[in-house]
T-cell receptor, first 113, second 111 residues
């Protein structure tokens, strides 16, 4: 059963802590993406990766970091430098490098206490 | 000016109504146009994908692109309560790599 999985579904963090969100895909897609979704706003691109061991900053990369050590995995770390981290985080992948058909995971809701 | 504008709604319609959802955009370089459906607390799922101008139909859904007016629409016929969700338009230009998403229109279909 192919798809994208994200874990955990809900995450609570204290201020000043780093936290890592997991994203795994078994679709054999080359490209992977991380988005942030806030109420009333469109999806905003945090980071994207076209290939293993390579990734690029999106529009709102400050306070976030990623790695792409395996084709299937693209974890996102929300660091303490991120000023307003409470949001819904979505991971996506696309079969090609042009990104026009993206498939999304179920999302992780991060709340900073 | 935002690259894409989408009325956030909410839009409330009775079951069986025809629904029209719309987005306008500013950059004529966009060539690929998508519509995603997102249920509450879930990830978006791709509904429709069109290239350039014209219409595309899939069951009760029709996507329409008017590049001259920079206007895209999604029509839902015979709407059902299960269509209640947020609908996001998305645009992409070849070579740009980044997909631009609208803020989404929240739709409620009342039984």
């Amino acid at each position: 059963d192919g798809g994208i999985t994200q874990s955990p579904k809900y995450l609570f963090r204290k201020e000043g802590q780093n936290v890592t969100l997991s994203c795994e895909q078994n679709l054999n897609h080359d490209a992977m993406y991380w988005y942030r979704q806030d109420p009333g706003q469109g999806l905003r691109l945090i980071y994207y990766s076209q290939i293993v061991n390579d990734f690029q900053k999106g529009d709102i990369a400050e306070g976030y970091s990623v790695s792409r050590e395996k084709k299937e995995s693209f974890p996102l770390t929300v660091t303490s430098a991120q000023k307003n981290p409470t949001a819904f985080y979505l991971c996506a992948s696309s079969p090609g490098l042009d990104g026009n058909e993206q498939f999304f995971g179920p999302g992780t809701r991060l709340t900073v206490l | 000016q935002k690259e894409v504008e989408q009325d956030p709604g909410p839009l409330s319609v009775p079951e069986g109504a025809i629904v029209s959802l719309n987005c306008t955009y500013s950059n004529s370089a966009f060539q690929y146009f998508m519509w995603y459906r997102q249920y509450s607390r879930k990830g978006p799922e791709l509904l429709m994908y069109t290239y350039s101008s014209g219409n595309k139909e899939d069951g009760r859904f029709t996507a329409q692109v008017d590049k001259s007016s920079k206007y895209i629409s999604l029509f839902i016929r015979d709407s059902q309560p299960s269509d209640s969700a947020t609908y996001l338009c998305a645009l992409f230009k070849t070579g740009g790599f980044k997909t631009i998403f609208g803020a989404g229109t929240r739709l409620f279909v009342k039984a």
